[in-house]
């Protein structure tokens, strides 16, 4: 699983190797349609102890325009390093594969998208000997999904749009946007994409305020049985029946074990908030239980 805002940003693109064939054209970037998308080995050091290597690679092969390279990047600030790294994989990946590369860039903040996406020029003005052209993807050209029908009919792009409007003043409409397409869908895609974007937003504020959404959003197709839905009443059934067993322990009431077994077993929240509400004042635990209930 992804570990922080940088992996999440390039290793998203693990997650739906044919995403960046879906988000490039979006952002403004031409990008030939592929074929077959393949994975590869992300270490590029040689045999001196150099170690460089690049966040996501793949080798994609298109029907008309033959085969590349792709070369993922997640930059977060402006960091003069890489120049010379960037320019170092591009060479060493053409070596290597003798095909194309190309460089993608992802970043979160216009500065940074900017930044890096100025030409990088090897030799002097008139001497030039290289020049790499980063392609960039960032707030700035791709586009915020407000749309809760638009973020559903392609959820990793939602998911990636999110993660690079970060910084966004937006971020709350687009992050509302996502919540909703995710109550809608069944199984545990939504699962994983919801704890994707979490883990991609990092320690920010902005990852209060999708806590705060998956804890509290109500599903536009309430009882259909969304996997966010069952996942929040799983939720709250845990919660009343640690609540109820610890008011009982506080107050010293002997709980036998048949009774603590018939509260764990509980999957009715209405039975459990009767049961809460008895545990403040009941004498023994069997009086949860009275009325039949």
């Known amino acids: 699983m992804v570990s922080s805002p940088h992996e999440a940003m390039h290793r998203i693109f693990r997650e739906d190797p044919e ?12 990008f030939p ?3 077959a998308i393949q994975p590869l080995d992300t270490d590029l050091t040689e045999i001196k102890p150099l170690d460089r290597r690049v966040d996501t690679l793949f080798r994609f092969d298109t029907a008309d325009s033959g085969s590349y390279l792709l070369a993922v990047e997640a930059q977060s600030r402006k960091d003069p390093a890489k120049i010379s790294s ?3 994989y591009l060479a060493h990946l053409y070596a290597k594969y003798e095909l194309p590369p190309i460089l993608l860039v992802v970043c979160q903040d216009k500065a940074t998208a900017a930044w890096a996406a100025e030409p990088i020029r090897i030799g002097g003005p008139e001497l030039t000997s290289i020049m790499v052209f980063p392609k960039v993807v960032g707030p700035d050209n791709l586009p915020a999904i407000i749309d809760p029908e638009e973020a559903g009919r392609d959820l990793p792009l939602s998911v990636f749009s999110a993660l690079a409007h970060a910084k966004d003043p937006a971020l709350p409409e687009i992050l509302e946007a996502l919540a909703t397409a995710l109550a809608d869908v069944r199984g545990e895609t939504a699962q994983d994409w919801a704890e994707y974007t979490e883990i991609g937003l990092g320690d920010t504020p902005a990852r209060a305020l999708w806590r705060n959404l998956m804890a509290t959003w109500t599903s536009r197709f309430p009882g259909s049985g969304t996997l966010i839905e069952e996942t929040r009443i799983d939720t709250r059934i845990k919660d009343r029946v640690e609540a109820i067993l610890r008011i009982l322990d506080v107050r010293g009431i002997d709980i036998p074990d048949t009774d603590r077994e018939r509260i764990a077993a509980c999957a009715d929240l209405d039975t459990l908030d009767t049961w809460f509400d008895r545990a403040v004042t009941a004498g023994t635990s069997e009086e949860l239980f009275v009325d039949g209930q």
């Open 19 to 30: 995403l960046f064939a879906r988000a490039l054209p979006r952002a403004g970037i031409p």
């Open 33 to 35: 349609e592929p074929t």
């Open 86 to 88: 960037w320019t170092y």
